[in-house]
């Protein structure tokens, strides 16, 4: 199961009034480290999604969102709960590295 794209126009319902954990990945189709996480998110999806919903954000189609949450250099991704970010990860890691960071949603 692959993350689905969100986007400004959906980002209220995906993100902000989101049931439980939503990690929303900030990317870009030139970002080569981007590209190295997406598959890794993707699989973290799917083993824990009924604990934690994955979504990606391109920046460059959504400049507002990247602006309001400061995303500065990407990837970089973010935990939202209850609309607000509780957790933030700057930067391409190991799977094993994302799960760990993760450990309070995918337990």
């Known amino acids: 199961m692959t ?8 980002w ?3 993100v902000i009034d989101a049931e439980g954990p939503v990690l929303v990945d900030f990317w870009a189709e ?4 981007c590209r190295m996480v ?6 973290i999806q799917s083993e824990n999604g009924d604990k934690l919903t994955v979504l990606k954000l391109n920046v ?3 400049p507002n969102l990247a602006m ?10 973010k935990v939202f709960k ?4 509780e957790t933030t990860i ?5 799977k094993v590295a994302l799960e760990k960071d993760l450990a309070a949603y995918i337990r």
């Open 3 to 10: 993350a689905k794209a969100t986007s400004e126009s959906t």
């Open 30 to 33: 030139w970002c080569g480290p």
């Open 38 to 43: 997406g598959p890794i998110l993707d699989e």
């Open 82 to 85: 209850g609309g607000q970010v």
């Open 60 to 62: 460059d189609e959504n």
């Open 12 to 14: 209220q319902q995906d």
């Open 90 to 94: 700057i930067g391409a890691k190991p």
């Open 68 to 77: 309001e949450y400061q995303i500065t250099s990407i990837p970089a991704m």
